[in-house]
């Protein structure tokens, strides 16, 4: 049996009988990470990495809808890292999933580079300077950007990856301009994004965005995925992503 | 009178009496140029640059749905400008409107740096090298990056805008990381895009750009602009966009 502490709980994934722990007075996974996990599309026997994997929701979603050979998830917060490494034991799945307690600047102690074949993100949203830190500090560094910003995030996912190698990623539509800059930069081209609306007559609230190492200039815009109809239901693109 | 060569007509353009003339042999306006048009914010009294005017479309409506000072279309082709010049003519609008027959990467010799409170443009979609050249060469100029480049086309507008000056674009959007790319290399900031749909769950095909010189990094991505609805008639949106 797994020990739970103080504040924590545990989650039935709906996906494969997967379960996660999660910590209420921390950061939660939202529809964001599970909208990342359905965007990768993995082919058997892939190695990836997942950079901020907070819960390790996006490992354990990666593994219940694929057939990956490993993923290791990076994660800064050492008492997050350790509930995650807790909810790989509950699913006896550390034979696929490695948490590596460590800032991403510093994945070279532990992964090798040009090595993996998909390398995923749900990066902080928020620059440093345009908020006030949140008082708690683990939900501070979920959100912020304190210990590595969207430029590390990228620099170090085009470091991992192999030639041709994919990057996935989930961001705010308000600082686009900045993803495709470091992507460009260090030669990750964006080749496909999707935007995500709550509903039909709004403005997008999220993206996803697909990238590939040294490939070639074509973007692909999708058309939006809209989260709630107008009835407030979830939509049934929304439905079948979470009965996958 | 105005007389009309070989392959012209005139149409009305059902904003304010105004009319234009196009050639049937040539490039015709598109839905494009219009949605363009309408996306424009100007303040009384702007002066305005077009870059690639083709027939004179964004002036005559930026014309005729603002009170602008002056509006300078530049355009590349001798006889489409001299076609434009007769549209500003039938239009009696010749104080306010000047067709310029040069190539954009020239207009230093007819109009003024850092000096404009707008530029806008529509220009070709199409890299040389990836399409083969129309044999009508009218057409292909139109269309594909003969006499200036994407590239070309937003330095002449960064060089053209006064500080905080405006800038606003229509282009396919499997080329807008290029497009954030120039932009951000001539520092004109991406502030706001909007991706036009065909239809409700259709990829977008054209994405309409707003920037400004100078300004820092914040984009906003508005909702879907849908142009038809699932009976294949015009959505209200445009319906009021074509008779405003």
Redesign the interface.
Known sequence: MIDLKNGERIEDLQCRGLKIIQNKNWFCFGIDSVLLANYCNLKDGEEVVDLGTGTGIIPILLYGKNNVKKIFGIEIQKEVAEMAERTVKLNKVEEFIEIINTNIKDYRKYLEKNHFDTVVSNPPYIKTSSNLISPERKKALSRHEIEGNLEDFIKTAAELLKHRGKFYMVYR??????V??YM?KYKI??KKIR?V?NK?????NL?LIKGVKAAN????????LIVFDKDGNYTEEINKIYSS
């Open positions: 539509p308000n600082r686009l301009v900045e495709f800059q460009k081209e964006p935007f609306q039909e007559d709004e403005e997008p993206v200039s074509h973007l692909i815009v999708e058309k939006p």
